[in-house]
């Protein structure tokens, strides 16, 4: 039977949207009865079949990229140099990784969600495949409630204060409770509220999100709602009117802000959590010291949790697989040079992003994706999100930087 390019596209999209937003994982742990006891061995490990899909994802989409317009692919490999530069950087980081091999297949695995990514935006338009998106996070929400039916014990996560929350299919709460959110905003953003199934999916995502009991991503929800509310109301057909429009908001916002810093405290006490944001300043204060053992290069992309510089750390504290915050991580895998990079590079795509809200006829969608990066780049302050190589935060980061610069593309061909 000879397979279309049509159906392989379609194909390729389920897979990657299977393998970054929490089914595979989800069957993994299913499958193999739970979690691994030595966490610490499985993460250096990793997951077999996770690389076998990993490797097909990369093969089959660099074939796919094969198959776009030369043109077009071109000028989107030019404006995404920044993501190129950050890969350079992270392959190099093989040559002083405490962990070589690990490093290795760390970037091999960034460079095959960088190519699924870029594939799925080139072969299918950007609101077909956001609300494609949106949908498949509703499949993880609904299956994360009835895996609560069926199995309660194992729907359900945390210790402490934080005991029975809803984890659902997700392998983490605070994860999935940050998809939940996403789901919500890129519906809300693209105006899929009023049919009865788009309001059935809202409720569910609604729902999976108390019962998360996330701050984090209900202050996501709320923050991204008023985001995307006030970049369509300030939207104009005029171009001239929404650069000044677009530098009352960054004002506004910039306002915001300084309010929120000298009322952090209180912020946090309106919302059920203490000033250490649930010990992640603690976890902060015991990083320091790894950081600045190696401050300008890092241990090597994805090396560090991996090493044994971690062992000190592991046998007072235990394993904890990350530092709950992406800007740390970035200092952990590439030092003072990684974190410039991961900053410029979430620069460049607000400025994509900020431009073609500014100029693009497809301003609703970008307005909305917008407001989804800005709460990404400061969720990944106390959460691990950008450069999370696996993840479907860094999925939907990622997507969403191509979005913006296929549109900028596509507006100067048209010219």
């Excluded at 991996?306 to 904890?320: H, K, M, N, P």
């Excluded at 450069?387 to 990622?398: C, F, G, K, P, V």
Aim: aromatic fraction near 12%; proline fraction near 1%; include cysteine.
């Amino acid at each position: 039977m000879k397979i279309t390019l049509d159906t392989l596209k379609r194909a390729y999209l389920f897979t990657t949207v299977f393998y970054y937003l929490g089914f595979l994982s989800f069957t993994s742990r299913f499958l193999q009865g739970g979690r691994a006891d030595d966490l610490m061995s499985a993460n250096a490990s990793g997951n077999a079949a996770k690389q076998i899909i990993g490797i097909l994802l990369l093969v089959t989409g660099i074939y796919l990229l094969l198959k776009v317009d030369k043109k077009l692919l071109f000028n989107m490999l030019i404006k995404s140099l920044w993501w190129w530069v950050l890969i350079g950087f992270f392959l190099a980081s093989m040559y002083w990784s405490y962990e070589p091999s690990i490093t290795l297949r760390r970037s091999i695995a960034f460079i095959t969600l960088v190519v699924a990514a870029f594939c799925i935006v080139a072969h299918f338009s950007a609101k077909s495949l956001m609300y494609f998106i949106a949908k498949s996070i509703f499949v993880v929400a609904l299956m994360g409630l009835m895996y609560l039916v069926i199995s309660p014990s194992s729907a359900l996560g945390g210790h402490g204060e934080r005991a029975n929350m809803f984890v659902g299919i997700m392998g983490d709460k605070n994860g999935g409770a940050r998809l939940y959110a996403y789901g919500i905003l890129i519906l809300v953003g693209l105006g899929k509220y009023r049919t009865r199934n788009n309001k059935i999916m809202l409720s569910v995502l609604g729902l999976c999100l108390v019962f998360a009991n996330s701050a984090t991503a209900i202050v996501m929800v709320l923050a991204g709602v008023g985001l995307i509310s006030l970049f369509k109301v300030m939207r104009t057909r005029s171009p001239n009117i929404n650069l000044r429009r677009v530098i009352i908001i960054t004002l506004l916002l910039c306002v915001a802000a300084v309010v929120i810093y000298f009322l952090y405290a209180f912020l946090l006490s309106l919302l059920g959590r203490d000033p250490t944001l649930t010990n992640r300043t603690i976890i902060w204060g015991l990083m320091d010291k790894y950081i600045e053992a190696e401050n300008t290069l890092g241990y090597g992309f994805g090396a560090f949790w991996a090493s044994d510089a971690v062992l000190g750390f592991v046998e007072r504290w235990g394993y904890i697989g990350n530092a709950h915050s992406g800007y740390y991580e970035a200092l952990l895998n590439g030092g003072l040079v990684g974190l410039a990079l991961v900053v410029i590079l979430s620069l460049k795509i607000v400025k994509d992003l900020v431009q073609g809200y500014i100029v693009s006829e497809n301003s609703e969608l970008l307005a909305a994706l917008l407001a989804i990066i800005l709460l990404q780049c400061v969720v990944n302050y106390i959460g691990f999100i950008i450069i999370n190589h696996n993840s479907a935060d860094m999925l939907i980061y990622t997507v969403i930087s191509f979005i913006g610069s296929i549109s900028l593309i596509t507006k100067t061909i048209a010219k």
